[in-house]
């Protein structure tokens, strides 16, 4: 099994995370494209009849609310990866950025899960979002009970 060097794991999650933050831009400039285009190619596949003027609106505002949590998100994220360059793992700031990760997920998860008027599929990844949303929750609870016994035998040292 391939085993990359600690230092240079965080140095290519730094750098995946700045390009997905990249394409989440990209994506917001560009979504009303993307989304008439994957619209009229499911019109075209027969597996789509279109949607009234309120549910596109809908659509809009969801997706967008999704690329503004992602980019929270994927912002946390990286300031997660510094903390875990600096060796500061186990802090309460590392702690807090994990809770605030998974609240984005966990939002990301119920929004996706709102647009089954849309597809069903959108019911099944909101499920899979929001079940990472929570693994993420239990692995701050987690580092945050290592955070506390960190703190208690840095005081009686």
């Known amino acids: 099994m391939l085993k990359i060097n600690r230092k240079i794991s965080v140095y290519i999650s730094i750098v995946l995370t700045a390009i997905m933050f990249a394409c989440a831009v990209a994506l917001a400039f560009y979504m009303p494209t993307f989304l008439e285009h994957l619209l009229s190619l499911l019109e075209k596949s027969g597996a789509f009849s279109g949607l009234a003027p309120f549910q596109m609106t809908v659509l809009y505002v969801a997706l967008y609310a999704e690329i503004a949590l992602m980019m929270i998100g994927l912002g946390m994220l990286f300031a997660l990866l510094l903390l875990v360059q600096k060796k500061m793992v186990f802090t ?13 997920l966990i939002l990301m998860g119920v ?3 709102s647009l089954t008027f849309f ?15 929570l693994t993420i929750r239990v692995v701050k609870n987690v580092i945050e009970s290592a955070v506390y016994l960190k703190e208690e035998n840095d005081l009686t040292i």
């Not at 309460?92 to 984005?104: D, F, G, K, M, N």
């Not at 597809?119 to 949303?133: D, E, M, R, T, Y």
Request: with cysteine; aromatic share 16%; charged share 5%.
């Open 92 to 104: 309460p700031t590392a702690v807090e950025l994990i809770r605030y990760i998974s609240w984005c």
């Open 111 to 113: 929004i996706m899960a």
């Open 119 to 133: 597809s069903l599929l959108a019911l099944f990844i909101g499920a899979a979002v929001f079940f990472v949303g």
